[in-house]
């Protein structure tokens, strides 16, 4: 008798698994450029504490004038910019 059922088929080929390379490390950063960092985030502290210094003298005046009280503001916003990239010379990459 004739049979009715296909004859199996061959087992798939063996593929090599798929493996995760990770993408290569940038080039280190050097000493120079470091150094240069962190000087330039040190010299931006500067502002950051006449802000603090002279904010805490308006803020004890009974009148506070908006445009100063932006101008501390920026003043800490620049303070802030300064220890990211002292935080960066720091950390390294």
Do not use: W
């Not at 008798?1 to 940038?26: F, G, I, K, R």
């Not at 904010?55 to 100063?68: A, N």
Request: charged share 10%; with cysteine.
């Amino acid at each position: 008798m004739s049979e009715t059922n296909p004859p199996p088929l061959p087992p798939a080929p063996a593929q090599p698994p798929h493996e995760y390379v990770p993408p290569p490390l940038p080039p280190r950063r050097g000493g120079c450029a470091t150094a240069f960092m962190a000087l330039f985030g040190v010299f931006l502290l500067l502002p950051g504490l006449c802000a603090l210094l002279f904010g805490f003298g308006v803020l004890s005046e009974s009148k506070t004038d908006p445009s100063i009280l932006f101008l501390i503001l920026l003043g800490l916003a620049v303070c802030f910019a300064g220890v990211m990239l002292i935080r960066a010379a720091i950390k390294g990459g």
